[in-house]
Every structure is written in C-alpha cells, then in structure tokens.
C-alpha cells in the first residue's frame, strides 16, 4: 500500500518524515523502519538541519508500521519538490512550462497514489506574534506565509488539481503543519490519544480541527464534496514536529482507512 506526501516547498515534509523517525518518550505506534530512518536522516539532514530540495522533484521511498490492533505496513513515497513546484500561487511561471517533464512525472505519481498527505502552511491571520518568536521558527509572517484569501485559493486550486488529476486515490489527508506556530499544541494533542486496547473514535476530534481550523475553507471544502460518492474523500489534521501524538495522527487515521478497506475485500 503506497501513500505519497506532498506540500509547497519549505512546508515541512522532509521534516515530517525525520520528526516521524525521532525517538520518543511516548510510546509510538507509527514506526519508521530503522534502515529507512538511517538513510533518510543521512540524505535529508546530515548536518543535523534539514536541506532544501535542489532537484525540481526528488523521490524518497520508506516503509512505515503502523503498530494498530491490526497491524499495518505501509510505503511511503515522499515527493519533495521544489520552490513553486507544487502550486505556489505566486509563482511567475507555471512549472508545466518551467519542468515540463519533471511535472508530468509528479502528475502520473501522484494520479497512481491510493492515498495522498497534503501538507499546508497556515495562512498569515492564524499564526499570532507569540507563536512566532521562537528560535526553531524561521518563517517570516509576512513574506512566506500567504493571506487568508490567497490560502483559500490556493487550497481550492490544490484540491482542484487533486480531484481531476487523482481518480484512483482514496482518501486525502489535508494536514495544516507547523501548528506550534498556531495554537497551543500540546492542548490540541492531548485532546486525543490513540487507545490500543479499545475503540478510536476520530469523529469528534476531526470535526472539531476542520471546523476551528478549516472553517474558512468551508466553501471550497463542500464543493469539492460535490459529486464525490459516499462519504467525504478529505479529513484535516493539524500537524507539528514537536509533538509526537500530533504527527502521529493523520497516520493514524491513515490506517483506520487501510483496515475498513481490508475488511471489504474479505
Ligand atoms: N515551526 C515549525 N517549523 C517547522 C516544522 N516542520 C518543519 N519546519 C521547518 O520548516 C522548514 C522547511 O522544512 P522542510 O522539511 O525542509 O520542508 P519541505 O521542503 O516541505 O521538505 C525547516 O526550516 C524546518 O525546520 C514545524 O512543525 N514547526
Ligand atoms: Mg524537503
């Protein structure tokens, strides 16, 4: 079963994948195999800070456990592109003429994923100034962040291309990184927990991050529901490198997926 992660460039999927192969204090139930984890922090980070990516795309391959009830082992394709790659809407010229052949091939990966990671900044209204005086942030409010308005296109031309481009994908996991520059995480991680020996509902906590978090995306999220058969194809997450149980959740739920569909091949 392969997932892809893809994001703007300097959102935070390198990181995502090295936080993910981190020890932790917490007990983990998302694993990064240790060959994988040693290989990626050696191409990533082997100075210890994560690098920026050269190549207009780079391919990262990975296998994560997903140490559930039934237990899950997934391979992960990281998709790192670069600068305005990855819809930027700022960019000046669109990278269907700037990498031609690079874009087709990121389009033919990612029309072939059964499950996609999008990982998204927030937008400059919801990062408040004392979130952002910290020595790990490096983001200028300004300049790297987009306004509401610009995100929500943004978003909405994400989902767009998404929705014409992925027939074969599932299920889409929006994941609005870097939330210790938004919120109070570690309040936000400890309104859910992963329990192992019972039943995990991920209903409540879900609504309550797309609706706080989401909320100004709604329209853009209920048309791109439109059409969709059954059930909605996006959930939303919020994401941080500096929280385990936050990184840990989109995956997660990941599995809840793998496994009800498992269900329905029997
Ligand atoms: N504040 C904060 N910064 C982060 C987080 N994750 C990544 N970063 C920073 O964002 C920058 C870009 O990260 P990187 O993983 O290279 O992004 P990529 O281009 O999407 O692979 C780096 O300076 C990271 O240290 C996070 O959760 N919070
Ligand atoms: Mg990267």
Not at 123 to 145: G, H, I, M, P
């Amino acid at each position: 079963m392969s997932v892809i992660i893809i994001g703007d460039r300097a959102v935070g999927k390198s990181s995502m994948i090295l936080g993910l192969c981190e020890p932790s204090p917490q007990e983990k139930y998302v694993v990064v195999d240790e060959d994988d984890c040693s290989r990626l922090k050696e191409q990533l980070s082997p100075h210890g800070t994560v690098l920026p990516t050269e190549n207009p795309v780079n391919l990262h391959s990975l296998t994560i456990y997903l140490r559930l009830s039934r237990p899950r082992e997934i391979t992960v394709n990281l998709i790192d592109t670069r600068g305005e790659f990855w819809g930027d809407i700022k960019a000046t010229e669109s990278p269907q003429y700037k990498f031609p052949s690079a874009y087709q091939d990121f389009m033919q990966k990612i029309a072939q994923a059964r499950y996609i990671i999008l990982l998204l900044h927030p937008y400059q209204e919801l990062v408040r100034a004392e979130y952002l005086k910290s020595d790990f942030n490096t983001l200028n409010k300004e300049d790297d962040l987009y306004p509401r308005d610009v995100w929500v296109k943004n978003l909405q031309r994400n989902l767009q291309t998404l929705k014409n481009n992925c027939k074969l994908t599932k299920h889409f996991f929006i994941c609005l990184h870097k939330a210790d520059l938004f919120c109070n995480y570690k309040e936000e991680s400890s309104r859910w927990r992963y329990n192992p020996s019972g039943s995990n509902d991920f209903g409540t906590y879900l609504d309550r991050i797309r609706t706080r978090y989401f909320g100004v995306a709604k329209d853009v999220i209920r048309e791109f529901n439109i059409n969709q058969v059954g059930a909605s194809k996006l959930s939303f997450f919020i994401t941080t490198n500096k929280d385990r149980n936050l990184l840990e959740i989109p995956w997660l739920s990941l599995g809840t997926y793998l496994s009800s569909e498992a269900e329905e091949r029997r």
